[in-house]
């Protein structure tokens, strides 16, 4: 079946710092990709819509301006957590409707953890 | 999303069926039923989906009931490693994005 890999699948990084995330379709393309986040004993929640050419669609209340999403080209859109606090620790997930979009394929997830 | 509900824990001996439910009363006539599931510390994964014949694969088998108003997924011999959150999602226009993800059930497969 399709594959999406999302390295790294885990980081520790300094408050303040930035730290990128990428996703990529490994065998089918994807124009349009998805970026959650997960706190801990919570369930997925969807912050943005990564669209191939063009911008990102945030949900209400995600920080465009400090979720950098980048969509560039048909397999790969990155996430950057830009100047990360440790409140921004978190699971963060993407995914991509496969080649028959009848279903999502996930990515493994990356644990960011801010200190 | 039609809104689903499932229970929030349920416990299945290892080699025995593990049989999920989920409510879904307000799910439209076009709607599909969805399942995922989530492995710890890992991202869902697809399991099986399906508008109002029951459905197998080699995962899973899909019972959904006459008047769609609810679903059972049914595992058939459950191991070790199909202790995770499973998700019934009804996705809104079958668009498999923005995907809502309720609290799931939390399947815990004992020896």
Request: aromatic share 8%; with cysteine.
């Amino acid at each position: 079946g399709a594959v999406v890999s999302q390295h790294p699948s885990w980081v520790i990084c300094k408050s303040g710092t930035s730290v990128k995330i990428e996703c990529r379709s490994l065998d089918f393309q994807a124009t349009t990709m998805f970026w959650y986040r997960q706190f801990p004993k919570q369930s997925l929640m969807l912050m943005a819509t990564s669209n191939e050419g063009s911008k990102a669609t945030y949900e209400q209340g995600v920080e465009k301006d400090k979720f950098l999403i980048n969509h560039a080209s048909l397999t790969l859109s990155t996430l950057t957590v830009t100047s990360a606090h440790p409140e921004d620790s978190s699971f963060y997930i993407c995914s991509a409707p496969g080649p028959t979009n009848t279903e999502a394929f996930f990515g493994q997830g990356t644990r960011l953890t801010v200190v | 999303d039609a809104k689903t509900t499932q229970p929030p824990s349920m416990d299945c001996a290892e080699g025995r069926a593990a049989n999920l439910p989920c409510n879904h009363s307000t799910i439209s006539g076009n709607e599909y039923v969805y399942w995922y599931r989530q492995i710890h510390s890992q991202g869902p994964q697809y399991i099986i989906h399906g508008l109002k014949n029951n459905e197998t694969n080699e995962m899973a088998s899909l019972i959904i009931t006459e008047d769609r108003k609810s679903s059972t997924l049914i595992l058939p011999h459950a191991t070790l490693r199909d202790t995770a959150v499973y998700y019934c999602i009804v996705p809104l226009r079958g668009s498999q994005g923005n995907l809502i993800f309720g609290k799931g059930t939390k399947l815990s497969v004992k020896p």
